[in-house]
C-alpha cells in the first residue's frame, strides 16, 4: 500500500496566492495582497495572479448574474469545492472502520466580495427548483449579536421564515460550525457572495458538503482568518459539526475530509477513529473510478440507510456488555473484529433480530448516544448488519490493496481482484443491510456480463443508495461500453429516469488544496500618478 502520511502531513495545504509572493512590489500603501501596480508613461496597469482554469466558467458567469451585487474592478475572493462519491465502506463511521472516497472534477463555486456598509447580500445561481436565484438581503445585525455571536436559531429561523428563506439555514449551520471551531471571526464589514453549482441535480455526489466547503473557504477569506492556510481536518470538522447542530444532519466525515483534502486521480482511504487516519490511494494510470449517475431519485430511503449503520451498532453494544461482564476491553467499533473472531464465538453475542424498543428498554442508559438514533417501531437484523460493517473493512483494505499493487506490477489480474472486492461489497448491502435496487441490479449486471474483455472489472452501489450512483473500476477504454449500458438503461427504466444519465471519471483537487484565488474580475487602467509622468517626460527630454 502506499505510504501513509501523518495528519500533520495532511491536514494543512497552503493556499496558492501569487500575489502575495510578490507583495514587495506593492505600492506604498497598499496592503500585502492588494493587486500588483506598474506603471507606464500614461496609464497604471493592474497585473493579476493567475486564475485556475477550474475557476474560469465562474468567473465568466459573474459579470452577467452578479454584476449588480458584485464591483468587477475591485478585489474579490474565489473559491470551490468539488463533489464527492463513496467508492466503498460504510454505511457508517464506526471507529476502526473505513471508506475509500473520491472527488470529482464537478465542483460548488464561490465568489465573496467585502462591502463598504454593513449589508449582507446572498445568491444562489439557479438554485431554486424551478432554476430562478434564490437571493437573501439584510445587515450584518439581523444575524450577529452587538457582542459577536450569531443570534438564536429561534431568532434567525423566524426571520429566515418571514423572507421565504429556508435554504439560508445551510449558510448559517457553515458559520456556526466554523466559529464552533475557532476558525471565524464575526465580519467587521458586509459582503456580497454569490454560489454556484456544477454538480448533477439529483444526489449522490455530496451537494450540500460541496455548497458548505466551498462557501466555508469563502467567508474564512473574506474574514481575513486564516488567509495563509487552511486547516483541511478542522474544516471537514466545521461542516460536519454545523450541519449536525444546525440542520440534524449527520454528514460523513469521510465526505467533508475528501471535500477539502482530495487530490487528483487519487482516492481519500480513511479509517475513522477519534482521529481518523488517512492517506491518498493513488488511481493508477490508465484506469478510473467512475461515478455513472442513473439520473433516478434515490433508490434508498434516508431511514433505511440510517437504520443499517445504527442496528451494526446495536450488536456492538451487546457485544461490549458481554465483555465488559468478563472484563474484556471494550470494542470501538466492528472495523476492529477479524472474521476469525467473528465466526469464532463473537457473532453469538449479538441478537439475529431485536426491536428498537427493546434495544432502548436495555441500553437507554448503558448506551445512550446509540439508543438515540434507534427507531423503537421498527425490527433490526442486528447480526446480519454486524457482520457487514465487520467484513466492509477489510474489503476497503483489499481494494485499495489490489489497485497499489496493479500500479507496481501491472498485473491485471490485479484489477479483476478489485473488481470482486467491489461485486463483493455490493451484495453484502444487498444481502445483510437489505439496500437493493432492481435498475441499479441490471446495471451491474451489464457491467458484470462485459466483463474484462470491455474493459470493466465490477461495480458498486454509491453512498449505501444516497443517490442513484453507480461507481465502475474499469480501464478508459471501457468508457464507450458504459455509455452502451447506460443507453440501454435508459430504454429499460424509462419511468423511472428523472434526468439523463451521465459518467464522470474526471477527478478534483480539495478546497483546501486549491484555497482562494483573489484578484480583479475586470482590471481597468487607472492615470499614471503625476510624479510617475512627469519622471517619464524628464526621461524623454
Known amino acids: 500500500m502506499p505510504k501513509r502520511r501523518n495528519r500533520a502531513q495532511m491536514a494543512t495545504a497552503s493556499s496558492r496566492k501569487s500575489c502575495s509572493r510578490l507583495a514587495f512590489l506593492a505600492p506604498r500603501g497598499h496592503k500585502e495582497c492588494s493587486p500588483l501596480r506598474f506603471f507606464s508613461r500614461h496609464r497604471c496597469v493592474v497585473p493579476q495572479p493567475a486564475l485556475n482554469p477550474s475557476l474560469l466558467p465562474f468567473s465568466l458567469l459573474l459579470p452577467g448574474n452578479a454584476g449588480d451585487l458584485l464591483q468587477l474592478e475591485v478585489p474579490l475572493w474565489l473559491t470551490r469545492a468539488p463533489a464527492v462519491y463513496q467508492v466503498i465502506g460504510g454505511p457508517g463511521e464506526q471507529t476502526g472502520g473505513a471508506t475509500l472516497h473520491v472527488a470529482s472534477s464537478r465542483a460548488v463555486y464561490s465568489a465573496i466580495q467585502n462591502r463598504e456598509d454593513d449589508g449582507i447580500h446572498i445568491r444562489i445561481l439557479g438554485g431554486a427548483d424551478d432554476g430562478s436565484n434564490l437571493d437573501w438581503s439584510g445587515k450584518i445585525s439581523d444575524i450577529y449579536t452587538k457582542k459577536g455571536p450569531p443570534r438564536s436559531m429561534a431568532v434567525l429561523e423566524a426571520l429566515f421564515e418571514e423572507t421565504d428563506s429556508g435554504w439560508m439555514k445551510r449558510m448559517m449551520a457553515t458559520m456556526i460550525g466554523l466559529r464552533r471551531t475557532h476558525q471565524l471571526n464575526t465580519p467587521k464589514f458586509g459582503f456580497s457572495l454569490i454560489v454556484w453549482s456544477r454538480l448533477p441535480v439529483l444526489s449522490g455526489f455530496g451537494g450540500d458538503v460541496a455548497m458548505m466547503t ?6 474564512k477569506a473574506s474574514t481575513g482568518l486564516d488567509k495563509k492556510r487552511v486547516d483541511g481536518i478542522r474544516l471537514a470538522r466545521a461542516i460536519v459539526q454545523g450541519a449536525r447542530e444546525i440542520m440534524g444532519e449527520r454528514i460523513p466525515l469521510g465526505d467533508a475530509i475528501t471535500c477539502a483534502l482530495a487530490e487528483r486521480q487519487t482516492g481519500m482511504f480513511i479509517e475513522h477513529g477519534a482521529d481518523p487516519t488517512m492517506q491518498w490511494a493513488p488511481i493508477p494510470d490508465h484506469t478510473f473510478l467512475g461515478a455513472i449517475d442513473l439520473g433516478m431519485d434515490p433508490v434508498t430511503e434516508e431511514e433505511d440507510r440510517r437504520a443499517a449503520a445504527v442496528g451494526a451498532a446495536m450488536g456492538m453494544s451487546h457485544l461490549n456488555k458481554e465483555r465488559r461482564k468478563q472484563k474484556e476491553p471494550q470494542y470501538g467499533g466492528w472495523g476492529q473484529v477479524t472474521p476469525k473472531e467473528f465466526e469464532g464465538g463473537l457473532r453469538s453475542f449479538v441478537p439475529a433480530r431485536e426491536s428498537g424498543a427493546d434495544f432502548v428498554a436495555g441500553f437507554a442508559k ?36 489490489q489497485l497499489a499493487e496493479y500500479a507496481r506490477t501491472k498485473r491485471e489480474d490485479h484489477l479483476s481482484e478489485a473488481g470482486k472486492v467491489l461485486g463483493s461489497s455490493h451484495r453484502s448491502l444487498r444481502d445483510k443491510c437489505s439496500i437493493q435496487d432492481d435498475a441499479i441490479d441490471f446495471v451491474l449486471g451489464e457491467i458484470q456480463k462485459a466483463g474484462r474483455d470491455a474493459g470493466l472489472f465490477g461495480g458498486r452501489l454509491s453512498g449505501a443508495g444516497d443517490g442513484s450512483v ?22 429499460k427504466f424509462t419511468e423511472r429516469v428523472v434526468d439523463p444519465p451521465s459518467l464522470h471519471i474526471e477527478t478534483g483537487r480539495g478546497a483546501a488544496m486549491t484555497g482562494w484565488w483573489e484578484g480583479v474580475l475586470r482590471p481597468k487602467e487607472e492615470p499614471a500618478p503625476a510624479a510617475a509622468v512627469a519622471g517619464d517626460d524628464k526621461d524623454s527630454k
Open 366 to 401: 448503558l448506551e445512550p448516544e446509540v439508543a438515540e438514533l434507534v427507531d423503537e417501531s421498527r425490527p433490526y437484523r442486528e447480526r446480519a448488519l454486524s457482520e457487514h460493517q465487520m467484513r466492509e473493512s477489510g474489503r476497503v483494505n483489499r481494494f485499495v490493496e
Open 470 to 491: 453507480i461507481v465502475v473500476l474499469a480501464h478508459q477504454a471501457g468508457e464507450e461500453r458504459l455509455r452502451e449500458i447506460m443507453a440501454t438503461f435508459s430504454e
Open 214 to 219: 466551498s462557501t466555508a473557504m469563502a467567508f
